[in-house]
C-alpha cells in the first residue's frame, strides 16, 4: 500500500519532481476527495509565493513541512500519503488561503510590510481573489466520482489510474449487471470504498469478509456469507496486503469451488468477480 507513497530510488532530478509533482496531487485527492489536483497544487505553490511577498517568515513556515515530507519521502524514510500525511493539511488549507489575500500594508505577523504590488495590480485585487474563491470551490467541492467530475480532471493525478476510480468503474460495471437477490462481498478494508460507490448507483450494502489472523479464510465464512444468493460478486483492491496467499485469491478459490467465477474487471489492483452458484 506504500510503496507508491516513497519517491522513486536511484531516480534522477527529474523523475524524483515528477513523482514529487504525482504524489502531491494524490494527497489533494485523500485530503478533499477533489477531482481538478493540478490546479489545486497550483494553487498551494501561488498561495506560498503570495504569503512569501507579504510575510517571508510566515510562508517559511507553513511551506517547510511540505518540502521536508517531500525530501524525507524521497529519502525512503517517510511515506507521504493518505492518513500518514495527514499532518500536512493546516499548511497546505493556509497555503491556498493565501491566494485570496494578495499582499497589502499591515497583513503580516510583526512589523507591518510595505505593499509590494504596483497600484494597477491593487486595483485588481477583489476581482483576482474572488476569480481564485471561485476556482478553489470548483476544485476542493466537486467530488471526484461522478459525470461533473470528468470535466476537470488533471493529467497530473495518479487517480485516473488509481485504485479510487479503477474502483468507481468496477462499481459501475457491477451496477450495469447486478440483480436483485445477488450479494456484493468484499474484503474488509474496502468495505466503506464499495459501499460509497455503489450508493451512488442504488446497490444494497455489502458484506465485509475479514481475514482470520493467521490471513487465511475459512469455508465456512465464506460459505455463511454467501448463503443461499444465487450470484455473488467479489470486489477486491490494494488496500493492505495479507499473508500469501492473500485473503481476495482465497476468496476466488472458495467460490469456485461452489460454482463458476469470471473475472469482469481488472484495473489496476482492483478486480471484480462475478461467481454464478446454481450451476
Known amino acids: 500500500m506504500w510503496i507508491g507513497a516513497f519517491g522513486p ?16 496531487n494524490l494527497f489533494v485527492t485523500s485530503m478533499f476527495a477533489a477531482t481538478a489536483t493540478s490546479v489545486a497544487v497550483l494553487l498551494v505553490v501561488l498561495g506560498a509565493v503570495a504569503l512569501w511577498w507579504r510575510e517571508q517568515a510566515v510562508a517559511v513556515l507553513l511551506a517547510t513541512p511540505i518540502v521536508a515530507a517531500l525530501l524525507v519521502a524521497i529519502a525512503q524514510l517517510y511515506p507521504l500519503a493518505q492518513r500518514m500525511a495527514l499532518w500536512l493539511l493546516p499548511s497546505a ?22 505593499c509590494r504590488l504596483a497600484p494597477r495590480l491593487r ?38 489510474g488509481g485504485d479510487a476510480d479503477n474502483m468507481a468503474s468496477a462499481i459501475a460495471e ?35 469478509l475479514a481475514a482470520s489472523p493467521n490471513g487465511g479464510c475459512a469455508r465456512d465464512e465464506i460459505a455463511e456469507a454467501v448463503g443461499d444468493a444465487p450470484r455473488v460478486w467479489l470486489v477486491t483492491g490494494s488496500l493492505w496486503s495479507f499473508t500469501e ?23 489496476g489492483y482492483v478486480r471484480l468477480y462475478l461467481a454464478d452458484l446454481t450451476r
Do not use: K
Open 174 to 208: 457491477l451496477a450495469r449487471g447486478y440483480r436483485p437477490g445477488d450479494l456484493i462481498l468484499v474484503v474488509a478494508s474496502q468495505y466503506h470504498r464499495v459501499y460509497w460507490y455503489g450508493h451512488e448507483h442504488g446497490l444494497a450494502p455489502p458484506v465485509a
Open 245 to 267: 496467499p492473500a485473503l481476495p485469491e482465497l476468496a476466488v478459490a472458495r467460490l469456485r469451488a461452489m460454482g463458476q467465477v469470471r473475472e469482469l474487471v481488472r484495473e
Open 123 to 160: 486595483d485588481m485585487e477583489a476581482v483576482a481573489s474572488g476569480a481564485v474563491a471561485t476556482l478553489l470551490t470548483m476544485v476542493l467541492l466537486i467530488p471526484s466520482s461522478g459525470p461533473l467530475s470528468e470535466a476537470f480532471v488533471a493529467p497530473g493525478r495518479h487517480g485516473r
Open 9 to 24: 530510488e536511484d531516480a534522477s532530478l527529474g523523475d524524483q519532481v515528477s513523482w514529487s509533482w504525482n504524489i502531491l
Open 93 to 114: 488549507v493556509v497555503l491556498l488561503a493565501g491566494c485570496l489575500f494578495p499582499s497589502r500594508p499591515g497583513a503580516g505577523v510583526g512589523a507591518p510590510a510595505a
